[in-house]
Each structure stands twice: as structure tokens, then as C-alpha cells.
């Protein structure tokens, strides 16, 4: 959507959500996005009477990795939001699949995206989403004052 003032879009436009540090969350958003759908088309193509739970929680990371993607890089209220959803979708994913994947890691014969709170992927599945909504809740007020997401 063009910035009525700039006329660059809004998630790139000054403050927007993606500028400046925004720029290395929407890339590596976009890098999770390709790396679990990837694996997980594959995983269920091939390997789906193995462990489809896994495989399909990893699709849904993929998924929550789109919309976060989309949202960072559109910017503005509505991308904000979209964003907002995405990135509190994942942190709750990361943290139940996390916490039930370590309680009973018999329920997840393979691992997914969010098994043990992203230790196949360096965590960064548990950070990215914390590092996401701090940096919405920093553009939010920016963009229209205290309160606003």
C-alpha cells in the first residue's frame, strides 16, 4: 500500500514495519517460511504414516511463518495486526509443541519446527516471535502512540 506521504509502501516507508531492523525480521521470517515448508511438503510426501502430527504441525509453522512474513513486510495497521496474530500464534506454538515434545517425546516420533522450543533450528523458532512482537509493539507506538499494536 503506498505511504501517502512518501509514496513508498508503508512497510518500507520511515518507521514502517519494515525498516531498519524490520528488514532482518521479514528476511528471516521469509527464510523459516521456505525452510519449514520445504520440509514439511516433503516430510508429508513421503514420510506422512510416520509421524503425521510432526509433520503437520511443521506445515502450520510454515504457514504462521507466511502470514508473519506478509504482515512484517506490508506494514501499517492492518500488516501490524496481521503480524501481531502471526508472531502470538508461533510463540504459543513454540512453547505447548516445546513443552509437550520434552514432557512426552513419544507423541513426536520425528521432530518439527517447534520440537523442544526450536532446538533443531538454534531456538531461533522460540526468539524470532518475542523479537516480533517487541518490534510491533515499538512500531505500534510510533505509528500512532502509546497503546496502539
Not at 40 to 58: C, D, H, I, M, N
Request: charged letters at 10%; one cysteine or more.
Amino acid at each position: 500500500m503506498p505511504d501517502p506521504v512518501g509514496g513508498q509502501p508503508s512497510g518500507t516507508a520511515a518507521g514502517g514495519t519494515a525498516a531498519g531492523p524490520g528488514r532482518v525480521l521479514v528476511a528471516v521470517y521469509a527464510v523459516f517460511a521456505l525452510a519449514a515448508g520445504a520440509r514439511a511438503t516433503v516430510q508429508l510426501a513421503t514420510r506422512f504414516g510416520e509421524a503425521p502430527v510432526a509433520y503437520l504441525l511443521s506445515a502450520l509453522a510454515a504457514a504462521v511463518y507466511v502470514v508473519a512474513t506478509v504482515g512484517l513486510a506490508r506494514g501499517g495497521r492492518a500488516g501490524r495486526r496481521t503480524a501481531v496474530v502471526a508472531c502470538s500464534v508461533e510463540l504459543a506454538g513454540v512453547l505447548v509443541v516445546g513443552a509437550l515434545s520434552v514432557l512426552d517425546p513419544a507423541a513426536f516420533p520425528d521432530e518439527t519446527v517447534w520440537s523442544a522450543f526450536g532446538r533443531g533450528y538454534g531456538f531461533v523458532p522460540l526468539v524470532l516471535p518475542v523479537l516480533g512482537l517487541l518490534w510491533l509493539r515499538r512500531q505500534g507506538r510510533v505509528a500512532g502512540g502509546p497503546g496502539r499494536a
